[in-house]
Nanobody, 127 residues
Framework: HVQLAESGGGVVQAGGSLRLSCAAS????????MGWFRHAPRQVREFVAA????????YYADSVNGRFTISRGNARDTVVLQMNNLKPEDAAVYFC????????????????????WGQGTQVTVSS
């Protein structure tokens, strides 16, 4: 049984930074990947970043590339999203997701691909 738990959301001023963490349990093998998606009011849930666990290869949405960094955390099966230079348009509920199947790059950036989701953590950016 896979469970994901996010932490680290909060309120920050534009230009500031936040660090989100996601602790996973129940994932088996090493060919899985984990991602972050976000859901703002009146928007669809969109891809933010993802990482292939075994290789460390990362993927980013154009809107966050160069500002956000996804990485494997120090704790086992933990993924971290470091968000720098936050903008008001980054405000959303951020969700951690995981998929234990191998996948092509395009699939890794597709929300419908992921069977496992966390409950989400709110990020608010004030201007």
């Amino acid at each position: 049984h896979v469970q994901l738990a996010e932490s680290g959301g909060g309120v920050v001023q534009a230009g500031g930074s936040l660090r989100l963490s996601c602790a996973a349990s129940g994932l088996t093998g090493s060919n899985y990947h984990m991602g972050w998606f976000r859901h703002a009011p009146r928007q669809v849930r969109e891809f933010v970043a993802a990482i292939r666990w075994s290789s460390g290869i990362t993927y980013y949405a154009d809107s966050v590339n160069g500002r956000f960094t996804i990485s494997r955390g120090n704790a086992r099966d933990t993924v971290v999203l470091q968000m720098n230079n936050l903008k008001p348009e980054d405000a959303a509920v951020y969700f951690c997701a995981a998929d234990s199947r191998t996948a092509a790059a395009l699939a890794i950036m597709t929300r419908n691909r992921y069977p496992y989701w966390g409950q989400g953590t709110q990020v608010t950016v004030s201007s």
